[in-house]
C-alpha cells in the first residue's frame, strides 16, 4: 500500500474521531446537571472509547512508518517532504485523539459520571499507555529525518551530474576503512555465500 493512500485511510480515520471527541465534549457539559442525559451518555462514551482504543493507534502509525520506509528500501519514487509532513501530521492526529480520550475519560468523571461496565482507571491507563507509545515512536523515529531542502537536493544532483559525488563503492569503502579493492572483495565474497 502506497504511504499516500495508507496517509490518506489514517488521517480520515483520526479526523473521525476528533470531530467525535469534540462532540463527545459538548454532551459531557449538556449532561452535567441530567442524571438521565450521563446514565445514556456513559454507554456511548464506554463504546467510543473502547472503540478508540481497541483501533490501537499506535499500531496504525507504525503501519504508516513502515510503508513509507519500505518505499525508500524500494528506492520507489518518494517526495520526502511530503512523506515527512503527512507522518508528521498523523502523528500529531494521534496525539490528539489519545489525549482527548483521556481528557474525555476525565471530564466524564468531574461530572459525577461513572463508566459502569469499564473500570475507569483501566481504560485511562490503556489510552496514556497508547499515548506513550505514539511519542516515543514518533522520538526514535524524527530526530535523523530533517525535511530536504529542494534546493540542496537541485544542487546534489548537479554535483552528482558533474562527477563531484563518490561512487557508493568508495564510500561504503570508506565507511569500512578498507581500500575500493578491499571492499568488492568482501562484498563479492559475501554475495557468494549468500548465493550458495
Do not use: Y
Amino acid at each position: 500500500m502506497s504511504s499516500g493512500v495508507l496517509f490518506g485511510l489514517s488521517q480520515g480515520v483520526l479526523d473521525v474521531f476528533v470531530q467525535a471527541i469534540d462532540a463527545a465534549r459538548m454532551d459531557i457539559e449538556a449532561a452535567r446537571f441530567d442524571e438521565a442525559k450521563r446514565a445514556a451518555l456513559a454507554k456511548d462514551l464506554e463504546g467510543f472509547i473502547r472503540s478508540c482504543v481497541d483501533m490501537n493507534i499506535p499500531h496504525l502509525l507504525r503501519l504508516h512508518r513502515d510503508s513509507i520506509l519500505k518505499l525508500i528500501a524500494a528506492n520507489a519514487p518518494i517526495d520526502f517532504s511530503k512523506s515527512h509532513r503527512e507522518l508528521r501530521d498523523a502523528f500529531a492526529q494521534g496525539r490528539i485523539v489519545l489525549g482527548g480520550l483521556v481528557e474525555l475519560t476525565r471530564l466524564f468523571q468531574e461530572t459525577g459520571g461513572s463508566l459502569k461496565s469499564v473500570d475507569d482507571l483501566e481504560i485511562a491507563a490503556k489510552e496514556v499507555q497508547q499515548l506513550d507509545e505514539v511519542r516515543q515512536l514518533e522520538d526514535s523515529f524524527f530526530p535523523d529525518w530533517s525535511p530536504l531542502d529542494p534546493d540542496a537536493l537541485a544542487e546534489a544532483r548537479r554535483a552528482f551530474e558533474r562527477g563531484e559525488c563518490l561512487d557508493l563503492d568508495d564510500a561504503f569503502a570508506q565507511i569500512k576503512g578498507v581500500s575500493r579493492e578491499a571492499w568488492l572483495q568482501m562484498v563479492a565474497k559475501r554475495n557468494g555465500k549468500a548465493s550458495e
